[in-house]
């Protein structure tokens, strides 16, 4: 079936370093893609999406990477700041029947001082 | 912004009690979603709504329903809680255009232990 998966469980950067949080999806006709923060006790929150049809997209401090070759998607945090510390999941839009979001398992992102 | 408001954040209940867990989002979305997290797991998709009285089964229904009855509401239900129903629940709903996927905006969950 669908499956979403994270290379690494946990990642520690310190402070100031670039981070990227690695995500290998399993479906190839999926067109949509997002990551998600999660700060402890809340919910996870929109932070970028890309469609299949790019390959990068940039936000604020954040980009997006996209290989459809080898179904990888990456999240790349510049200037890791402590506030950045949280789990990041991906997720990948389902092509069958109604469309909707699986997610990955998450990956959490330690960041020292 | 859109708000997605669980009503409650942290639940004890007990084993085989009915528990309602409510969510309301205030944008007029069409499509709302229940989640449960759970360590290693990630998200889980229970239940999903695309209209009012519309429902739809995830990927792990057994033990809960649902019940659409207004567009903003979105209530999930156990009719007879269990402990392996202990976990984080999250609510999300979304409004994408006719043939499009958008990302959901996500309340901010309501933990529930069943003792």
């Known amino acids: 079936g669908e499956s979403v998966g994270l290379h690494l469980p946990t990642l520690s950067v310190q402070e100031g370093d670039n981070s990227i949080i690695n995500c290998a999806y399993s479906n190839s006709a999926s067109d949509y893609f997002i990551w998600y923060k999660q700060e402890s006790g809340k919910g996870p929150q929109f932070i970028i999406d890309?469609?299949?049809?790019?390959d990068k997209r940039q936000g604020q401090r954040v980009t997006v990477l996209l290989n459809k070759t080898v179904k990888h998607l990456s999240l790349q945090i510049a200037a890791t700041q402590p506030g950045d510390s949280a789990v990041y999941f991906c997720a990948e839009n389902s092509k069958t029947g109604f469309q909707k979001l699986v997610f990955g398992t998450g990956t959490r992102l330690l960041v020292s001082p | 912004d859109v708000k997605v408001t669980q009503s409650s954040r942290y639940l004890v209940k007990r084993t085989g009690e009915k528990v309602f867990l409510e969510c309301v989002q205030d944008?007029?979305?069409?499509?709302m979603f229940w989640y449960r997290q759970d360590p290693g797991l990630g998200l889980r998709l229970i239940y999903f709504?695309?209209?009012?009285?519309?429902?739809e089964k995830g990927d792990i229904p057994e033990g809960y329903s649902v019940s659409r009855e207004k567009k903003e509401r979105f209530s999930l239900i156990l009719e007879s809680a269990s402990t392996n129903q202990t976990s984080m629940y999250l609510c999300a709903s979304s409004s994408p255009p006719r043939g499009q996927i958008y990302g959901y905006t996500f309340g901010s969950g309501t933990r529930l232990t069943v003792v």
């Open positions: 890309i469609r299949s049809n790019m």
């Open positions: 709504s695309y209209d009012v009285k519309m429902k």
């Open positions: 944008m007029d979305h069409e499509n």
